[in-house]
């Protein structure tokens, strides 16, 4: 008789459902919910780009659609399938945090509320609030310096304290309406579980570690004081309503409540973990453990490491975050990421479209191409740069050109910079005690692209694995439902079970290590002079030695 | 009773004749003859791409064809043309030295030597001899380091000295069989006179200045004995047959011979002047005067500027090269260029193909955009750079780039560099005291792109003016042939008389002159930066500053 359990991925246009076989982690059943709301899911105000909100009621639609169809494709092939899940785990987009009542509820589900665009959640993309990241970044440096440390230095439009404070000054009716803001991540295990009461509701150190500028060095959550010097304490009693700890994966914040079994057919009862972010859940379901890092590398990337808590690793620079069990319970997690990778690919395919040429045809030509023969060189800053730099206002640049460059040599130049982009957070992390001996990737072009994959080992001189799956996300969900369910005692045992790696993998080669190795200290050189304050040098070697480069290898 | 020159032009890939009026410069008849041989009347060597000759029989008989061809068609409107034709000029590409026996004749033309591509004239853009043009410059940094200031500092494998050395090496039949070489430029009024003779064959100033190390300064051509330390005294035949003194296009080298007569119908006896490069006759055909710059602008450029020969105008780092009379009798010329041009735009257009679209869409989009709107900065280096780095291993940049950057906003970004580069010669000739007060521009881009010419004068924050005439080389020449043929008695009656402008010019419009101030600004440090050893400092700022200047060109 085989044992399920179920996992839970909301996206930012989608929610997916999946039923897992907890022996193997195979997916026995799976359905995705589109978003009805907005475009592609997303509210978005025509007047203002940085807007990006989403409706509560198409969560909380999706959770019975995709549970109800996922249930029912895995019952087609095992009748027993329903009876047979034993836990539910849940990750999200984050930090998308949703201003509710005191009993819990999203005001945007109230009458009152439900045509406000405050009042909806605010999408981990909606960048309204980046003057007051900027504020509360000058503030910190005065004051907690090491809230910083382990945020990368800067914080961000994206995390929770900017958007409370710019919804605080732009609409006081929705913010005062609100007991408190509850991270999606943490309020769909309530909304299961029916433990939505604000003053216990669980949240998970995942959505809250750096993003909410929480840690247990400092007791949790930033200090009163600190949140009650913004605008006369107007966001104290958001701060007043979190609570000192946090939970991890490896937690049960409840049980599926009767109602919830009812609707979707699963058993009443069984546990339901804490949440994560969608990423996260992501390197769990792609087998992350002390020494695998993982890639989930999409239009842009995460960047995800673990290290036992034993070790002694301390804020990394420019990396955000470390923070205790955020992604791994019994871990340190350490999450980075590049601003755009796809999206890179996407703008040079789709926006430039050089000679009209499909995606596959560049990927197809640039692999013919030798390491340095185009005497090309890339910065892959087209959207900025998250890690190391933690710096929005860089922009991407493509050094090297002749009249002879073709459409296919830049294509591989892009790829090469987000290989060194690559290369630069995996260092960085090295230099500070991060054990990394293999990297696995997940994600589409993972899986596609063995012209990205080969690029990667040879410049990260490092073996490129492939998570099996491709549905790591939720299939991470269903791990941490398969450990709160009892079925493994921890989850090296259940990864070990439930995850598994694509047949195919990339080892360096070691003539394209030695090319990639010289092209990436002119990269270097080209990142910290444009990327830093620190380094001042002449670059009239650079062009040369591209060329010498270039001409080395096309001997 | 009208009366008229005639012009020569022998160019890259065919020699165009034209009858002009004297008394306003139109054009009475034209007529083109394409080298038949090789690829597009060059001949090259398959197994090795810096290979470019071309046959001296091609050239003798594009003379017969076209002079008979053009004057013909002058003809038809005017029965007494022939009869009123009083000179000729000529202008031709170079350095492009032939190896000539003792009486003149190509060695190409004989029997013996009528298939071996070294016996051939050596075209401008014949690269073989790289190698010895870094010898030269070396040897001349230690021994005659004046040579070099003439020529702005780098010795180039273009030129003739760098020639002859590379065939003294490789074929030394051919070397042997060569009394002297012959410019292209002299070659040609040679055979038309009749004046063969080596050791009284004229040799004009204009192709002799820089590129044969000529300048009266040091009497003439180089020293015997620097010439004769290269491979123990190789070249010592060939330095010997030159004259001590070179001759203008206000000099008259000789009359038309009977037999040259017979074969086109023009007068015998008529003066032939002395010969020119090509680009240097297209300044005098756009109205060169001093004040006035040329720009022949094509797939690359050549920047002249003139000034009076009591200015005092001495040697210009990085350009070259400076010489009395070599463009203007009565003026020092002044002469520099970019490397690429019409060939960067052709590049984009035609290699990466953006969107397939044409080159005229590209205009039309790109001229809608607001100068420093796209946030992009490049550097024009793509075919190294000629004037003021004169380093042909520097390539191009493209800095600035986002995930919406367009295929219209990278053309004008690269149209903005070109003229960044123009405005690095202007700026610097000015500096050394070459007055330019405007800038006339001959060529197609000139007449064809409003795009371009709006950049350039809104860079340079000077007016741009266009050449009426499309062949503006061809006037030249035929200018020169009306003076030494007594028409005028300077060259500033005879263009005042002979040349025009375009009802079309370009104003600089005041706000984006201000806007590429500050592009301008950051385009000379990366400049500096990539181009020069001189300049060491962090570029953090540069990124940012277009991304100020974008918002505010967007508001």
Tied chains: 1, 2.
Aim: proline share 5%; aromatic share 8%.
């Amino acid at each position: 008789m085989s044992r399920y359990s179920a996992g839970l991925d909301f996206g930012t246009n989608s929610v997916r459902a999946v039923i897992v076989n907890i022996a193997d982690g195979e997916i026995a059943g799976s359905a995705v919910f589109n978003y009805p709301g907005g475009e592609m899911g997303v509210l978005i105000d025509p007047s203002d780009p940085n807007v990006a909100r989403q409706n509560p009621a198409d969560y909380i639609a999706g959770i019975e659609i995709t549970l109800t169809a996922a249930l029912k494709q895995a019952c087609s092939s095992d009748p027993d399938c329903a009876a047979n899940v034993i836990g539910i785990g849940v990750d999200t987009t984050g930090s998308t945090p949703i201003p509710v009542d005191t009993a819990g509820n999203a005001l945007a589900l109230k009458d009152e509320f439900k045509d406000n665009l405050n009042a909806m959640a605010w999408l981990w993309k909606d960048h309204t609030a980046y003057r007051e990241a900027a504020e509360i970044t000058v503030a910190a440096q005065a004051a907690h310096p090491e809230y910083l440390a382990k945020c990368g230095g800067v914080y961000s439009s994206e995390w929770y304290w900017s958007k409370l404070l710019k919804c605080a000054r732009t609409d006081r009716r929705v913010f005062e309406a609100a007991a408190g803001w509850v991270e999606l991540a943490d309020w769909i295990p309530a909304v299961l579980t029916g433990n939505t009461v604000l003053s216990q509701l669980p949240r998970c150190i995942c959505a809250a570690a750096h993003k909410a500028m929480f840690h247990p060095a400092w007791g949790g959550y930033p200090d009163h004081d600190f949140i009650a010097s913004f605008d006369n304490g107007i966001l104290s009693k958001a701060r007043s309503s979190l609570p000192d700890t946090a939970v991890t994966i490896a937690d049960t914040v409840g049980v599926l409540t009767t109602e919830w079994a009812r609707k979707t057919a699963l058993p009443p009862g069984i546990p339901v973990a804490g949440g994560a972010l969608d990423a996260h859940l992501g390197g769990v379901g792609s087998g992350i453990r002390p020494g695998s890092m993982v890639k989930v590398i999409g239009t842009s990337t995460c960047d995800l490491a673990v290290a036992p808590l034993s070790s002694s690793i301390n804020d990394i620079p420019g990396v955000c975050g470390v923070a205790p069990e955020s992604i791994l319970p019994g871990t340190y997690g350490i999450e980075a990421g590049q601003s755009a990778v796809g999206d890179i690919f996407n703008w040079y395919v789709h926006k430039l479209q050089p000679s009209g040429m499909s995606h596959a045809v560049l990927d197809q030509e640039a692999l013919k191409l030798q390491p340095g023969a185009s005497g090309l060189l890339a910065l892959d800053w087209h959207n900025g740069n998250r890690t190391i730099l933690a710096d929005q206002q860089l922009t991407g640049v493509i050094l090297g050109l002749t009249l002879h460059s073709t459409p296919a040599e830049i294509f591989r130049a892009l790829v090469e910079a987000t290989a060194f982009g690559a290369r630069m957070i995996r260092d960085r992390m090295q230099e500070y005690g991060v054990p990394i001996e293999r990297i696995i990737n997940c994600g589409g072009i993972a899986q596609k692209s063995p012209l990205v994959m080969q690029i990667y080992a040879d410049v990260l001189n490092c073996p490129m694995l492939i998570a099996a799956s491709e549905q790591a996300c939720a299939l991470g969900a269903a791990i941490s439902g398969a450990v709160v369910g009892g079925a493994y005692s921890d989850f090296d045992q259940a990864t070990s079970a439930m995850t598994s790696l694509d047949d195919v993998n990339y080892t360096p080669i070691a003539k394209n290590v030695e090319t990639y190795d010289r092209l990436f200290s002119l990269y270097r050189r080209l990142h910290d002079l444009f990327g830093t304050h620190g380094y001042a040098e002449n670059q009239y070697d650079v062009m040369k030695e591209l060329i010498v480069i270039r001409e080395s290898s096309r001997r």
